[in-house]
């Protein structure tokens, strides 16, 4: 049975205004983005026949806050929540690469591989929505977000298709600390898939906390109910506007 409509005020049927068969392209800088930021919207999308790409940017193996992350780890982490989700084409690009370990000084390279890298970027997912990082406090969403608007700023662009709906999302840390004040206009409903979110969130065990830190389970969930009680759901996902053009 496919899921009650999320975007109140839209086609019956339609999700974001898109149809069965178009595509989305979800853009992260970590393996884990793609699901911690917004895989109950995800998993509505695929739900209506939305196809959806995923394209993460950076995985590197290197001590991290709170433990270690270890790139084959993440990698076989990421496949399982996107097969979870119903992700089409994925790719993690910068695996254990030089450029991983610091974005911000490789972003020509960086909006080069959102426009036109292999298997999965805006040449060659050609979507007409794309999903980045809305900033946030991490160096490296940062960079993947200044990359991506860039990627897709107005003007003509032979070959790249300029996707009508451009949004960001935030992970649960930047809920926490800098977007909890930050407009973010589109609340979509998930509560249809709040089973498919906590079982792609589970994917990732090496990269969740324990309770009360924001990327604990418990507080994912607490801050996906707060959004959902501001549009009378039981859970949303919200997200940041930079386009969104409707014929």
């Known amino acids: 049975m496919a899921p009650s409509n999320p975007f109140h005020g839209q086609e019956e049927g339609s999700v974001f205004g898109l149809l069965p068969g178009d595509r ?47 790139s084959r780890t993440r990698l076989d982490e990421f496949h399982e929540a996107c097969d979870v989700l119903g992700v089409d084409r994925r790719r993690v690009a910068w695996l254990d690469d030089r450029r991983a370990a610091s974005p911000s000084t490789h972003l020509s390279e960086l909006v080069a591989l959102i426009e036109t890298g292999e298997d999965v970027s805006l040449a060659a997912s050609r979507p007409a929505a794309l999903f980045i990082p809305a900033g946030g406090h991490h160096q490296d969403h940062q960079a993947v977000h200044l990359a991506a608007l860039a990627a897709v700023r107005p003007g003509p662009r032979p070959g790249r298709p300029l996707p009508r709906l451009v949004l960001g999302y935030d992970g ?26 906590a079982k792609a969130l ?20 607490a801050q996906d109910c707060a959004a959902g009680a501001e549009i009378g759901a039981h859970a949303a996902e919200r997200f940041a506007v930079y386009r969104m053009a409707f014929s």
């Open 24 to 70: 989305a392209l979800v853009v992260g800088a970590h393996p884990d983005d793609e699901t911690v930021g917004m895989a109950g919207t995800i998993a509505v999308m695929t739900g209506y026949g939305i196809q959806v790409d995923v394209l993460s940017v950076i995985c590197v193996t290197t001590p991290m806050y709170g433990g270690h992350s270890d």
């Open 172 to 197: 649960p840390e930047d809920r926490a600390w800098l977007a909890g004040c930050a407009p973010r206009p589109v609340l979509i409903d998930i509560t249809s898939a709040l089973q498919a979110k």
């Open 202 to 221: 589970a994917c990732y065990q090496s990269q969740l906390r324990d309770d009360p830190h924001p990327r604990s389970i418990e507080k994912i969930q």
